[in-house]
């Protein structure tokens, strides 16, 4: 049966239902209108926090940095990605110069994941990286299982500098910037489809 056909059927029953007394008419056109609303839409859906930060010092005195946020995990989050990304400019020379330096506590991060309870407990951090010179752009993917449900802490504590010299090239600015995406699925309803607007399945669960 055609779309049109469809169409002035659907008419057609509605036009008769208003012909209909009362309650009876009432509820037939809304059971009707029911049966004609599309399906809602499951999907996965993205959800960010992380730091990016840029050290500015113009001086002798490095620029400590301290930041922290929530992740609140439930038990539909099926995936888990951090990003980590380190600029330290010169760091390669001076490694050369001073030689091997993993302690260095003027120019450093430090990011930790934490799950519920275990800083607190004194217990080891469930993701960490520590960073004291260059670091490239990395990926770490963790999947479902290793994902445990309840409020996590995504930590990061560095110190830097940021010069801006007379000459350009003599410029430079410690950096870093790292990422925490979860996954997890939402619901989008059949009025909510020309506007995107999505609800996650866990608040609908919880509800």
Known sequence: MTSTRVLGLGLSILMMSATITGCLGLAFQREFMESMREEPIVRNTEETVGFDYTFESNSLDSVLYNNETKIEFDDTVSQLVIIFRAQFPYSSILEELVGGNE?????????????????????????????????????????????????????????????????????????????????????????????????????????
């Open 103 to 207: 302690t260095n506590q003027y120019r450093y991060v430090d990011a930790k994941l934490w799950k519920p309870g275990v800083r607190e407990s004194g217990g080891d951090p469930f993701w960490e990286v520590k960073a004291t010179q260059d670091y490239p752009q990395q990926r770490f993917s963790f999947p479902q299982s290793d994902l445990t449900p309840g409020e996590w802490t995504f930590e990061v504590e560095a110190r830097g500098y940021g010069f801006t010299a007379p000459v350009d090239q003599a410029s430079f600015y410690d950096h870093f910037e790292t990422f925490a995406t979860i996954t997890k699925p939402c619901v989008v309803f059949a009025e909510s489809h020309e506007n995107e607007d999505c609800t996650f399945l866990s608040d609908l669960q919880s509800a």
